[in-house]
């Protein structure tokens, strides 16, 4: 599966923005499907994933309340709604599958495809 993250941008405190990762080359609805986030200087984070049908979340204790995830299957698309973001939201945020719905462990070795990664900036 082809993954394309877009959404990305400079943002001030408190502001909002939506990424999107639109999936191609499978079926989307095989996959469990996940955001990641690197900072400058840090190791690539998890930040927030979705079942197969969208029934189950998990979140980074520290975006619990700010950020939500989404899937729209017959769009193929997975969706990162972030609001009230802060200068420490700052980082490259990718988007991941992982096959047979698989969503444990929470790290990177649990994902099989990336996405070119999209660069959110938070300015204080």
């Known amino acids: 599966v082809q993954l394309q993250a877009s959404g990305g941008g400079l943002v001030q405190t408190g502001g909002s923005l939506r990424l999107s990762c639109a999936a191609s080359?499978?079926?989307?609805?095989?996959?469990?499907m996940g955001w990641f986030r690197q900072a400058p200087g840090k190791e690539r984070e998890f930040v927030a994933d979705v079942s197969r049908s969208g029934g189950t979340t998990n979140y980074l204790d520290a975006v619990k309340g700010r950020f939500t995830i989404s899937r729209d299957n017959a769009k193929n698309t997975v969706y990162l709604q972030m609001i009230s973001l802060k200068p420490e939201d700052t980082a490259v945020y990718y988007c991941?599958?992982?096959?047979?719905?698989?969503?444990?462990?929470?790290?990177?070795?649990?994902?099989?495809?990336w996405g070119q990664g999209t660069q959110v900036t938070v300015s204080s």
């Open positions: 991941a599958a992982a096959s047979y719905g698989r969503m444990w462990p929470r790290t990177l070795t649990s994902y099989d495809y």
């Open positions: 080359g499978d079926t989307f609805s095989k996959y469990a």
